[in-house]
Structure formats: C-alpha cells, structure tokens
C-alpha cells in the first residue's frame, strides 16, 4: 500500500511569488490534514479535510494560505503571495477514520525555502 | 504558549541502555497522548499512545507513562537500540482531531 506523498519534496521562491504544494493521501483516507513546522519550531496544525469539506481550518495563519482537497482525493495548499516567514517544512497526513486516537500517516514533507 | 513542552532537545544513550524521554503538558482536557518518531527527510510517524484514562500503556520495548496529577508523560525504550535513532515528538489529541505536537527530542543511540 502507497503511502503519503507529496510534490514537490522541495521548493526555492522569492518573496511575494505563488507556490502550490501536493499531497496525496492514502487511498480510502477520508481525513486530510496539513501541518507545518517553521524555523525549528514545533509541528503546528493548519487545517483538516473530511473527504472535500473543511472540518477545521484554526490553524491556517492568514489568508495568503488556500487549501483545497476538490473530489476528496488529493489536495493542494497554495501559498499567495509567498512571505519569509512561510519557510519550512509543509506535512500532509491522512487517517480513515474520525477520533483522537486514529492514528495519522504523514508524508515526507515539502521544504518550502522563500528568499 | 507552548502546550507540550519536550525540554530536553536532546539525549544520548548506549546501546542496550534504557532511553527516558519526558513531556510535560498544561492543558488536561485532551483525551489521547501520543509518541511520534521522526527520522531525516521523513514525516513523523506513529509509536505509541495512551488514553488519558491510564497511567501506562506497554508495546515491546517501548512504554508509556501518564502522571496525570504532575501533567507528565514518559516514554521508555528499553533496551534501546541505534536504530531507535531519531527525533521524539510528545503529541496531545483531542476531540477536534488535530495533533498538537512538542518541539521533540533528538535520541541518539551509541553502538
């Protein structure tokens, strides 16, 4: 069985740019999540996605993030413009079923690097 | 403010030695706690929990410890091994299903 991937693993932009990040989650996982851990700091929460609807978005830092999951496959999270302070490491994971006990399967991650 | 707090961002033990990893948290009402391990150029992947109803939960050579009335978690890896290598991470959950996850501890296990 695949596990999470995402696309791409790295990505170099200059500030104020546009970068679109992948992720696809296990097939037959409901839950989507996207987190993110900036300049060594903890892994922190961004949004989550049962099938294509948003459940919890309390963690999107501000507007300039959109995430989309069209279908309930696969999902994008798109940063516009790109700041500084977005730079790090942008996780996807993915769990079948609802709880806090589920277990979450996470991908490798995309290094996002803006300049 | 940090809700787990992982203070030690490092620990280094010899093979076959017991490993303590330790955590403390603030907030009580979550119901689940979690380890995740991490490795270099990997996402963090799943050890092992415990509900917030128990004070331990034991898989092979890896246990779990809730002091609940301390706020303190542990987790033991014993005997532990290099390829227990890696980056620890303390993790809450709760209803709203998102994990919230401490700054983690680097393990490092000498042959």
């Known amino acids: 069985e695949a596990g999470v991937t995402q696309f791409p693993s790295h990505s170099v932009i200059e500030k104020g740019q546009t970068v679109t990040l992948r992720c696809d989650p296990i097939?037959?996982?409901?839950?989507l999540y996207w987190y993110r851990r900036v300049m060594g700091k903890e892994i922190k929460f961004l949004l989550h996605?049962?099938?294509?609807?948003?459940?919890?978005e309390s963690g999107m830092p501000n507007n300039r993030f959109l995430a989309e999951r069209t279908g309930g496959t696969y999902s994008t999270l798109k940063v516009q413009p790109a700041e500084l302070e977005d730079s790090g490491v942008y996780f996807c994971?993915?769990?079948?079923?609802?709880?806090?006990?589920?277990?979450?399967?996470f991908g490798p991650g995309t290094r996002l690097t803006v300049l | 403010d940090q809700q787990v707090k992982q203070n030690s961002p490092s620990l280094s033990v010899q093979e076959g030695r017991i490993s303590i990893l330790n955590c403390d948290y603030t907030?009580?009402?979550?119901?689940?706690f979690l380890w995740y391990k991490k490795y270099p150029a990997e996402g963090p992947t799943f050890l092992i929990s415990i509900s917030s109803i128990k004070d331990k939960n034991e898989d092979g050579r890896f246990t779990v410890f809730l002091n609940k009335s301390a706020k303190h978690l542990s987790l033991h890896i014993v005997p532990s091994q290099p390829g227990d290598s890696a980056v620890y991470f303390c993790v809450e959950s709760g209803a709203t299903n998102k994990l919230i996850f401490g700054t983690g501890t680097l393990l490092a296990v000498q042959p």
């Open positions: 996605f049962v099938k294509e609807s948003k459940q919890d």
């Open positions: 907030n009580s009402m979550f119901d689940y």
């Open positions: 097939s037959g996982h409901d839950n």
């Open positions: 994971a993915s769990s079948p079923t609802w709880g806090p006990d589920n277990e979450q399967f």
